[in-house]
């Protein structure tokens, strides 16, 4: 498998506020690749440096295998972006916007957007300043998709929908992905990782601090116990042997016990406090 995305000791600074430091991951194609992590945490800077957008003073970015500083405009043909903040003419027709996107890359996508614009609801009719944020974000969709790119690059893509129309565009994901795209998703929605990511990047105040597979992050041997004991309600994480539990428990009065294992948010709050320490 192709790596798509190829990011090296990528390196941004922004004077006394915080950059990124030293970011190192890829992604392989096909993949629909999860960059999580809270805001601030350098997700956007990350995803800036790697469109070009912004200057970065150190590292290296490939994508589809060529240098991002020497192949800019090539690999960004390629490309569907779509930025966390949907900004557009506000006195501008839906439709208009849309066609405007195609034809700056010189494309007639107007198949794939009435596809687009049904699937998702969209009334090209509306003017912007009439969408409300969600149907904007539609919008915003729609012109990162309608060309059918190799690579899709989404940031906090599903704030605003609601969530019918954030299960459409998940579908609508994985069916370009099925079709030999790869996508990179950048949200702090832990659901969203654990419902369609294979992999996952973990960004904490400007840093990379992990890189595996969902399966394997999400991996634990910590449960979560809530129970009544001596007329005491109790709810606490146990990381250990559950026999060894079940004899420290003997000889208390147990009314009600629920093992069950640990929320998702509660496994990367796991990352994010190893790095705390760490740091």
Request: with cysteine; proline share 3%.
């Amino acid at each position: 498998m192709s790596k798509i995305i190829e990011i090296e000791s990528l390196t941004k600074n922004y004077g006394r506020h915080r950059g990124i430091e030293d970011v190192t991951f890829s992604v392989e194609e096909g993949d629909i690749f999860g960059f999580l992590g809270p805001n601030g945490a350098g997700k956007s800077t990350t995803i800036r440096s790697m469109l070009g957008l912004i200057q970065f003073e150190k590292g290296r970015i490939k994508i589809f295998g060529k240098e991002l500083k020497s192949h800019k405009e090539g690999i960004l043909s390629q490309v569907g972006y779509m930025p966390s903040e949907a900004m557009f003419y506000p006195d501008m027709k839906v439709k208009d916007v849309i066609k405007m996107a195609a034809s700056i890359r010189k494309l007639d996508c107007r198949k794939e957007a009435d596809k687009l614009c049904q699937i998702l609801n969209v009334d090209t009719e509306k003017k912007i300043n009439e969408l409300s944020l969600g149907n904007r974000k539609k919008v915003s969709i729609i012109c990162a998709m309608q060309h059918k790119p190799k690579l899709f690059i989404f940031d906090e893509p599903t704030s605003g929908l609601d969530p019918l129309m954030q299960a459409e565009f998940f579908k609508l994901i994985q069916e370009y992905v099925a079709n030999g795209a790869t996508c990179m998703l950048s949200t702090h929605i832990l659901s969203e990782v654990k419902n369609y990511c294979r992999n996952v990047a973990i960004m904490r105040s400007g840093k990379l601090i992990q890189v595996d597979t969902v399966e394997e992050i999400t991996k634990t041997n910590a449960k979560r116990i809530k129970m009544i004991r001596d007329g005491k309600q109790e709810d606490f994480l146990y990381q250990g042997d559950l026999n060894k539990l079940a004899d420290e428990l003997a000889g208390h009065d147990i009314q009600d016990i629920l093992i069950e294992d640990p929320s998702l948010d509660e496994i990367f709050m796991h990352y994010y406090e190893k790095q705390e320490v760490e740091g």
